[in-house]
Nanobody
């Protein structure tokens, strides 16, 4: 069964940095598109960043230039480096793995940015 386990969330001051990790099991990692999504209170879940196996990435306009997604296929892990954090980045961040066979989610990790 697919398992996605996020880590690295926490409380940080505005302007600070955090690095999220998502360790995957139960899938052939290299055959999955990986993504980070977030959901703030009262808002819909939104895509933050995605990365395909070939390394191509895409980002939400709100995080371009501040966040970087990367993947390590040898470690079955996807990362989200978040710099210059803003209070509006506060949300639960979810890892997603998908291909033609499944669309799976982690349990989420809380990121809180104080002003």
């Amino acid at each position: 069964q697919v398992q996605l386990v996020e880590s690295g969330g926490g409380l940080v001051q505005a302007g600070g940095s955090l690095r999220l990790s998502c360790a995957a099991s139960g899938i052939i990692f290299s055959m999955n598109t990986m993504g980070w999504y977030r959901q703030a209170p009262g808002k819909q879940r939104e895509l933050v960043a995605g990365i395909i196996n070939g390394g191509s990435t895409n980002y939400a306009d709100s995080v371009k230039g501040r966040f970087t997604i990367s993947r390590d296929n040898a470690k079955n892990t996807v990362y989200l480096q978040m710099n210059s954090l803003k209070p509006e980045d506060t949300a639960i961040y979810y890892c997603n793995a998908r291909n033609w066979l499944h669309d799976s989610w982690g349990q989420g990790t809380q990121v809180t940015v104080s002003s």
